[in-house]
Structure formats: structure tokens, C-alpha cells
């Protein structure tokens, strides 16, 4: 992915969604940054966006964020 074409979720968001919108996107999940945990189970100051669709010729893996496990491709079993 190009640099360019990546933006920090945080700095992004509030020119891109209106606040009522935001709040829950930009709220943490780690219990000891907030009392209110957001509904996506993340930590936005991780997050990136690409203000376009990424072709899967692309992507380089897809990974599960709940289990950290790797979706694709496909890995041989260890």
C-alpha cells in the first residue's frame, strides 16, 4: 500500500464523519483507557484507512482479530 494513499484513523476521521458518529469508533477497548468500551472490540490508535477499494491482488494477509489468526492464504498447519 502506497504511504500516500494511508491515513492515521484517528487524524482522519473527524473531516470524514460527523461527531455523533464518531464516538464510537474512536473510543478504546483497553479497559484501563476507558470505562466505555467501544462495540468493535479494537484499539483505534492502530487503526489506518484507504479512501479506496483494496483489490485482493493487494492484500498480503487477512487476519482474524479476535483469535490474531491468520485467515489468508492459506498456511500449513504446524
Known sequence: ???AEVHYWPDWVPSHLRPEEQ???LASSDPSKTS???QW???PEE???VE???PITEW???IDLDTRSC???ERPAL
Open 1 to 3: 500500500m502506497p504511504d
Open 47 to 49: 487503526w489506518f484507512v
Open 52 to 54: 479506496r477499494a483494496v
Open 23 to 25: 464516538w464510537s469508533l
Open 41 to 43: 472490540n479494537g484499539t
Open 71 to 73: 485467515l489468508w492464504p
Open 60 to 62: 498480503e494477509e487477512v
Open 36 to 38: 466505555v468500551p467501544n
